[in-house]
């Protein structure tokens, strides 16, 4: 009787650390996918399956000042993963008023995307943005970009944000406003 509980501790124990082992593999062989794989497909079915941690993480998540025309901000990141990626605003005091009344925003913006100096990607941002609502927060999607097609990954990118026609008042009523860039689903 007493061999017999033994092997099935030894057993437990094993499916135990197995399982461990496991899952410490799938994960870093999810990460490895997302970041090398060509296959959309594939990318999908880790994403849905068991993403990691970072993800959706913002890649750029920073303070913008938009009530002065011409002021200019420059920031840098790194793409993590491939597949679409979206750059918008967000608000920290956003209201649902604004979800359904994007149209009145007088907000007019020129985002730009560089590496080592050269232009990749340059978007005026006017009125084809999007409203989106999060848990906590919520802002304006201003467009998207595919990894490696548009912007390549691991590469040092420089965002520049220039405020063409500026909005005092959703800065003052919804502000303070962060500029982001993070991967969106691919599904």
Known sequence: MRILIKILISLVLFILVSGIFCFLGLRFFNSYILRNSKSEGLRVLVQMLMPPDDLYDYLMYEKIDVTKAGAVRE???????????????????YSQDLYFNKSALKLKM????????????????ESDYYSFTGRHKGGFGFDSYRCPDDLPKDKIITCRIAVITP?????????PIMFYVKKMSDE
């Open 75 to 93: 920031f840098t990141f790194k793409n993590k993963y491939l597949g679409r990626h979206s750059f918008g605003i967000v608000l920290d005091n």
């Open 110 to 125: 020129q985002v730009s995307f560089y590496i080592e100096n050269n232009l990749y990607i340059s978007h005026t941002v």
């Open 167 to 175: 909005d005092k008042e959703i800065s003052d009523k919804y502000g």
